[in-house]
């Protein structure tokens, strides 16, 4: 394998620089957002004492998952030694912290007080989920930091296995944790099951395979850097998988509540009558984030069309996006079970199924944690030498016809011989 | 020990604007009178110490549930807030509040008002004359005040 | 080194103050009400013992379809207004139920259930949620974040976010913008050896459907009826232990 060439993105053009603009102006609007429900209040927001975490939780939580999932690819090369994912790694490592950042700028800034940060830093409840997610989040920023470091830095690029082992294990602790915020919740019908600790792990390695994908494809066709076919179908193949293993633990999770008596009415709740909640279950989750995905990865005749590749990413990102809202907001939107078997009624919507309509502060929060996150990408890989200069298939050592790749279709730039 | 001179350093100099802010001079700010008689600990002392002991009996009160009826917020506002020539209480924001006398002038903000109420409350007695136990409790603060300063080198 | 003096001088006078206090309260404070018969007299300055753990009985056959005056009372007491918005706090509520095979029809108040295992402590990040020693369950809103988490936990419902900027609370109940609160026993009350105002207020103007006591003390009203008749535990699957029980259901 050549020694490959990482650079910088040059970055002068007109559509980078309108490209980067866009998103701090996104990124303004969320901050905005921000100000004005701190200042005056949640009331701005469409969140009530019934539905009290909102759009901002899902997009929170589908960033943070995402980032620990698209750690995978830099840990395929170095934990599980395959060497032509050396060469995306360092754009993995980049995604999952610039992911992380954007996540939790956004559950920080819902907080009723994020003047007081401080306090969450310096008061722990160690029985307290959200506070090991705490230490969870922080710590994989730092070990992701130190993961970029030891690739990028020459001299220590020996350590990049055992670092990259560290990330890996913490990756999985993490999401697992993140699982757990909710399967540890006794009290609502939707939760309290182990499952959704591993279901959030199907689900980080499908979105976050999804998310580096598309990242892939746009940062090399707007760069006009080549980018081969054979490794973006050996990463659609994989993206397959993990859309299918969502799909597996999806159908555990809803069997067996559906297996359990008490838990049937909030099931019928998300698979029938829920309206919105079903809607998003299998139009969203089950459609968009599974089955068209593994159709147009898997199907003959897309075999070798990015036309596919992109649309299926594109698809496991809304129907992730569908399945984290059905995973929060219809787990609230469920009336609690107080009085099992009784017709309830309360001036506290007691019994009822909870309304809520997401509003725009809110989404602008949402919208401004992805777009920071996109605008630390394309900052970083304009500041440091994060893409490779030539990803087509003769840059992995790659025989095209082995997997039946096409070549480099739409690439401007050929590799110039003897580099 | 980088940290407790950091601190110290910036205790100084908040001791520093305080002075400045007390010495008199034209830019003085103007600290309504309180209505009690005398404050639950020496005026001096309240003024560079008032925070640890809200914090103290913040907590105290919270979490053990140790109510002492005047050192509480309440009693802090019963004396030292009154009503303006206009017959309104002054607000939160306003210049003429007790407490931002001196916190604008400083600029240090507080986070206080927007939970507890900034008027008196009728029910809250005002401190009455010293009686026999806060002549106990002042020779008690004197004594640990000068055990203290003999103690420190 | 001023803020450690400061902090030894609190000490000193503290312990000094206490002591006069615990004298104080024996000789002149006779008047302080007591509840049950055995317990503390609860004198202001005594810190909340663990051999206390207060608890309610409501008993749901005395408790009428139309009265209100719990929850009223509660919300002049903590200062909290429930306009009809899914915003506005409800720190206690009437809920109706009915069986609807039989027709069976019951109102009740729910509120806090202060559990001895509560989730909304367990899940608090920074220890906000806390209980106390006497087993009130209560949210320390100096150190809250207002993350919501433990509405998410809470089984019953019984917390409230506060929405937006509030004006004029009561001096006995802070409350304010971005942190979470809900039912404190009317703990100020409790330390000053009264009842909670939702008590007083059932046994005022309603049919006097709601016991609070000590449910430690064998000779409390409380403890009494909960030996003498079955009682309910809401959510008794989930093992927490709520110090609040109903009857009649």
Not at chain 1, 327 to 337: F, M
Not at chain 3, 135 to 143: A, F, K, P, T, Y
């Given at each position: 394998m050549r020694e490959p060439r990482f650079h910088e993105v040059e970055g002068r053009s007109l559509a980078y620089w309108g490209l980067a603009a866009l998103l701090a102006a996104i990124?303004?609007?969320?901050?905005?957002?921000?100000?004005?429900?701190?200042?005056?209040?949640?009331?701005?927001?469409?969140?009530?004492n019934q539905i009290v975490w909102g759009v901002p939780h899902v997009v929170a939580v589908f960033l943070i998952v995402s980032a620990s999932g698209v750690l995978n690819v830099a840990s395929i090369a170095s934990v599980f030694g395959k060497a032509p994912y050396k060469l995306l790694a360092r754009l993995s490592a980049l995604l999952a912290i610039a992911l992380l950042i954007g996540g939790l700028s956004i559950l920080v800034l819902d907080l009723g007080h994020p003047d007081r940060l401080i306090v969450a830093m310096t008061h722990y409840n160690f029985t307290s989920i959200f506070a090991w997610n705490i230490?969870?989040?922080?710590?994989?920023?730092?070990?992701?930091?130190?993961?970029?470091?030891?690739?990028?830095?020459?001299?220590?690029?020996?350590?990049?296995?055992?670092?990259?082992?560290v990330a890996f294990l913490w990756r999985l602790v993490l999401t697992t944790g993140t699982g757990s915020i909710f399967g540890f919740l006794v009290s609502r019908e939707a939760y309290d099951e182990a499952i959704l600790a591993p279901l959030f792990v199907a689900m980080s390695f499908s979105f976050g395979l999804a998310i580096f994908i598309i990242v892939l494809m746009a940062a090399y066709r707007w760069t006009q850097r080549p980018l081969g076919g054979a490794i973006l179908e050996r990463l659609r193949n994989l993206?397959?998988?993990?859309?299918a293993g969502v799909l597996y633990f999806l159908l555990?999770?809803?069997?067996?509540?559906?297996?359990?008596?008490?838990?049937?009415?909030?099931?019928?709740?998300?698979?029938?009558t829920g309206g919105i909640y079903t809607l998003l279950f299998w139009i969203g989750a089950i459609f968009l984030g599974g089955m068209v995905p593994i159709f147009l990865f898997y199907l003959a005749r897309y075999r070798h069309s990015r036309a596919a590749i992109g649309a299926g990413a594109l698809a496991i990102i809304l129907g992730g996006l569908a399945l984290i809202y059905d995973?929060?907001?219809?787990?609230?939107?469920?009336?609690?079970?107080i009085f099992p078997g009784m017709q309830v009624s309360s001036s506290f919507y007691d019994g009822v199924v909870n309304a809520y309509t997401p509003s725009l502060p809110e989404c602008a929060l949402g919208l401004g944690g992805v777009a920071l996150t996109l605008l630390i990408v394309v900052s970083a890989v304009r500041l440091f030498r994060i893409l490779p200069e030539n990803l087509a298939d003769i840059a992995f050592d790659l025989d095209p016809h082995e997997i039946g790749a096409t070549p480099n279709r739409g690439a401007l730039w050929a590799p110039a011989d003897g580099r | 020990m980088r940290g407790p001179n950091v601190i110290l350093l910036l205790e100084m100099m908040s001791l520093l604007l305080i002075a400045v802010a007390c010495s008199g001079g034209a830019s003085q700010p103007a600290v309504p009178k309180a209505k009690g008689i005398h404050c639950v600990r020496d005026t001096e002392w309240m003024r560079r110490n008032h925070m640890e002991l809200l914090v103290r009996e913040r907590d105290e009160t919270v979490h053990q549930g140790i109510r002492n009826k005047q050192e509480t917020l309440p009693g802090c506002m019963s004396c030292h807030v009154s009503r303006l020539p206009d017959g309104h209480f002054p607000s939160v924001a306003s210049k003429k509040f007790f407490c931002n006398s001196c916190h604008t002038y400083v600029g240090v903000k507080i986070d206080c008002f927007s939970c507890h109420t900034n008027r008196p409350d009728g029910a809250t007695p005002l401190p009455r004359a010293a009686t026999r136990v806060d002549q106990?409790?002042?020779a008690s603060l004197q004594r640990s005040e000068t055990a203290f300063k003999a103690k420190e080198p | 080194m001023t803020r450690r003096k400061a902090k030894r001088e609190l000490d000193a006078g503290r312990r000094r103050f206490l002591g006069m206090a615990a004298i104080a309260s024996f000789a002149l404070a006779p008047g302080v009400r007591l509840i049950g018969s055995a317990q503390s007299s609860s004198p202001a300055s005594a810190r909340a013992n663990s051999k206390v753990r207060w608890g309610l009985l409501i008993d749901t056959n005395k408790c009428s379809e139309t009265c209100q005056a719990c929850v009223s009372a509660c919300a002049s007491y903590n200062g909290w207004k429930n306009e009809g918005r899914p915003t506005d706090p409800q720190w206690i509520r009437k809920v109706a139920i009915r069986d609807s095979e039989t027709g069976l029809a019951r109102t009740l108040p729910v509120l806090c259930q202060h559990c001895a295992e509560p989730a909304c402590v367990e899940v608090c990040p920074t220890g906000a949620s806390f209980r106390r020693a006497d087993?009130?369950?209560?949210?320390?809103?100096?150190?809250c974040i207002g993350?919501?988490?433990?509405?998410?936990?809470?089984?019953?419902?019984?917390?409230?976010?506060?929405?937006?900027?509030?004006?004029?609370?009561?001096?006995?109940?802070?409350?304010?913008?971005?942190?979470?609160?809900?039912?404190?026993?009317?703990?100020?009350?409790?330390d000053a050896g009264k009842v909670p105002a939702c008590v007083e207020a059932c046994a005022r103007e309603g049919r006097g459907a709601m016991t609070f006591g000590d449910l430690n003390d064998r000779n409390s009203a409380i403890r009494r009826n909960i030996a003498a008749y079955s009682t309910t535990r809401f959510r008794a699957d989930l093992d927490l232990d709520p110090s609040v029980q109903y009857q009649g259901l």
């Open positions: 990124v303004a609007a969320g901050l905005t957002a921000a100000y004005f429900m701190e200042h005056i209040g949640h009331i701005i927001t469409g969140m009530t230490f969870l989040y922080l710590g994989f920023i730092a070990v992701s930091a130190a993961y970029l470091l030891v690739m990028m830095e020459r001299r220590l690029n020996s350590y990049s296995r055992p670092v990259g082992m993206l397959g998988v993990f859309a555990v999770y809803h069997v067996t509540k559906l297996y359990e008596a008490k838990h049937r009415g909030f099931e019928y709740f998300i698979l029938g995973t929060i907001i219809g787990a609230q939107a469920y009336p609690l079970t | 106990l409790r002042a | 087993g009130i369950v209560l949210v320390d809103r100096h150190i993350c919501r988490y433990c509405m998410m936990a809470c089984p019953f419902k019984a917390r409230s976010f506060v929405h937006q900027n509030l004006t004029d609370q009561r001096p006995q109940a802070p409350r304010g913008i971005g942190t979470v609160e809900g039912c404190t026993m009317c703990v100020p009350r409790i």
